[in-house]
């Protein structure tokens, strides 16, 4: 049978729950109703938020705390087809916790090196990140990122920014993490303008360019070494590399 | 001439960029609420220059004016170059506006000698007092300290600062003497001894610190270099020794001419490597060289030293306790985690080790996991030394080792 679901995570537990409770046989899990001819039972999950809230518990009573993280952390990867994998990982952890440690069962070792990816992938975001300073002292960054971690950078410029006004922008995902004062939260954003920056602005990226120049030592000129750090998907909204 | 900020930015950070240091890792996370700024345990990258080195902090002198005259480097007095200075107050600004912007994790504070000793670590300690009393800011900071400045500056550089630094240069007294005159060892090292007992004082962990040594510009030998780093690292005097390539920036008899030498960057990645086995794995100095030995150009040094260990081999990988595991060639840390992880579950054979993402291409020769062993090779040092020689495992690409100054990892 496939499974169709909205996205959302409140979406998938309400999938978890009729999967245990109705016993349902899963071949595939997805998002979007498939425009080819299936020859295969097909079942549409609606998102019910008393089926979510129990499952949630379910979770939080079976799962360590670690492992409940893992489950948010898999899902923030929304590029990969993560959901038969996810249902996996909760399959085994309701039947045996001790064995979500196994590595060597290739669905939870495929589970813990997503998650890695995605770990490493929030790393490299909390210093590729670039902020633009706007009329009012806002701080606006733009990013596009394989897997969703505005969750992850919202909270980290949190502790760094002080009062400073900031939002974090995803473009592909039309998403927005928004600190103003004691406002924060994560917003959808259907349509943009472009922002006025504020009159410093222009002198500190030319300033970020020149100290970004003098940095590198002509001798040891390694280009290549450079992209494998940061490689060219990275470099769109980072003004050091805009020639 | 007048110097706009653009020509003084480019001056100062282009004369600080010979230090190697990067680090911003290893801080206490110390957030607090309402304030600008937040160190973060693991270091943050920002971005990476053409030379492949990471940025992470604004690294730069106040001054590049100097009194002193150290052959190898770019700002001794006898050289005619433009000289420039900023204030401390325009450096916090421009620390601010580049912390905002999230271009920095930090900043990394150094400068030649205005003047004297004091008064250069007065102008430095003022730009950190107007960045952490008048700005309230907690970012990452790391200061030079200025070897001669007087006692009470140094402390409060502890108190203001999350690392400090003082740079032995040269591997030994004879070379300082050669090319430092003003310099001598014990005046390098006395500021970080002061630094680490006074800070001591005040909570049982010492302040960070490092310390850079150039390589190549002077006669000594990896072993001389290892020992020394061992030595710092066994005192717990430093948490990080950095080996600085020698780059001729002067002409000077006693150093390689600059039109014909190259900065030695594989002995660099070599040291590296030594290095973080002497940190990580639990080598000492002399199982890695022997007295007056450098090290192989051909194989890493772990690989060296099981190549000359072959009765240690083959390591069980079932078995073996982590301190053993992370000593086969090809296996570092991470290896040996999900080793350890996966062998609860099942006996590993090769080709789980495989599916776990280990690669054999170095470790085969190595180990033995459960019936499986490399049958192909016998284990005489000889004939694995040809076949890890033969499938070029041995052989860096140039183009990637100078990853070695972040990981080493081997
Ligand atoms: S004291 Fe420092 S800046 Fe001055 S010449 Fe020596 S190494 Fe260069």
């Keep these: ?243 | 001439m007048k110097l706009t900020t653009e020509d003084k930015l480019s001056i100062l950070a282009g004369s600080a960029k010979y230090d190697v240091s990067c680090s911003s890792s290893g801080s206490e996370n110390n957030y607090k609420t309402g304030e600008l700024g937040c160190a973060h345990n693991s270091g943050i990258c920002h971005s990476f220059t053409s030379d492949g080195r990471c940025i992470s902090l604004l690294k730069i002198l106040l001054s590049n004016v100097c009194v002193y005259d150290c052959a190898y480097c770019i700002n001794r007095v006898s050289n005619d170059i433009v000289r420039t200075a900023f204030g401390p107050r325009e450096l916090a600004d421009l620390t601010i506006n580049f912390y905002k912007r999230n271009y920095i994790e930090g900043l990394f504070l150094s400068s030649g000698i205005i003047k004297n000793e004091d008064h250069t670590m007065h102008l430095l300690l003022q730009t950190l007092r107007i960045l952490r009393h008048e700005y309230r800011f907690n970012g990452y900071i790391h200061v030079k300290l200025i070897p001669g400045a007087s006692k009470e500056l140094i402390e409060e550089a502890t108190l203001l600062a999350h690392r400090v630094s003082s740079n032995i240069e040269l591997p030994s007294s004879k070379s300082l003497a050669l090319l430092a005159p003003d310099k001598t060892k014990e005046k390098l090292l006395s500021p970080l001894k002061y630094a680490r007992d006074i800070s001591l004082q005040r909570s049982a962990k010492p302040i960070s610190m490092s310390t850079q040594m150039i390589i190549g510009a002077t006669g000594e030998s990896d072993f001389e270099i290892l020992k020394l780093s061992a030595s710092l690292y066994q005192k717990a005097l430093l948490k990080r020794v950095y080996y600085s390539a020698y780059i001729a920036v002067n002409n000077h008899k006693h150093l390689p001419v600059p039109e014909l030498s190259k900065p030695p960057l594989l002995r660099e990645h070599r040291l590296y490597q030594a290095d973080w086995l002497l940190r990580f794995y639990g080598f000492s100095y002399d199982e890695i060289l022997s007295e007056n030995q450098n090290l192989d150009i051909q194989f890493d040094p772990k690989t060296f030293w099981a190549l000359s260990n072959m009765h240690l081999f083959p390591i069980d990988v079932n078995h073996a306790p982590k301190e053993i595991l992370v000593r086969i060639p090809g296996i570092g840390i991470r290896g040996a985690l999900k080793i350890l992880q996966a062998r609860r579950f099942k006996q590993l054979n090769f080709e789980d080790l495989l599916t776990l993402k280990i690669s054999l291409k170095k470790a085969r020769y190595f180990i033995v996991a459960g019936k499986d062993f490399y049958r192909a090779t016998s284990l005489y040092t000889e004939k694995i030394k040809l076949a890890l020689i033969h499938q070029g495992s041995n052989i860096i690409q140039p183009s990637l080792f100078d990853m070695s100054i972040y990981t080493g990892e081997l």
Excluded at chain 1, 207 to 221: N, P, T
């Design chain 1, 1 to 243: 049978m496939i499974l169709l679901y909205d996205g959302s995570f409140e979406g998938f537990l309400s999938l978890v729950y009729e999967v245990y409770y109705e016993k349902l046989h899963v071949n595939a899990i997805v998002k979007k109703m498939p425009e080819t001819l299936l020859f295969e039972r097909f079942h549409e999950v609606f998102t019910d938020e008393a089926k979510a809230r129990k499952v949630l518990e379910g979770i939080a009573k079976h799962f360590s705390k670690e492992q409940q993280r893992t489950i948010c952390n898999i899902f923030l990867c929304d590029t990969k087809a993560h959901e038969m994998t996810l249902l996996e990982y909760i399959r085994i952890g309701f039947k045996n916790p001790k064995e979500l440690r196994n590595i060597t069962n290739p669905s939870l070792f495929y589970i813990q090196n997503l998650e890695k990816e995605l770990l490493s992938l929030v790393h490299k975001m909390y210093g590729f990140t670039r902020f633009e300073e706007l009329e009012d002292g806002t701080l606006y960054a733009k990013i596009e990122t394989k897997f969703n971690i505005v969750p992850f950078l919202g909270d980290h410029f949190c502790k760094r920014l002080g009062n400073i006004p900031f939002i974090i922008h995803d473009i592909k995902r039309s998403l927005a993490f928004v600190k103003n004062d004691d406002l924060r939260e994560i917003r959808s954003i259907a349509s943009f303008d472009t922002p006025t920056y504020s009159e410093e602005e222009s002198h500190f990226k030319a300033l970020w360019k020149s100290f970004f120049k003098a940095a590198a030592i002509q001798s040891r000129y390694n280009p290549k070494l450079q992209q494998s750090w940061v490689p060219l998907l990275y470099r769109t909204y980072m003004s050091e590399f805009e020639v």
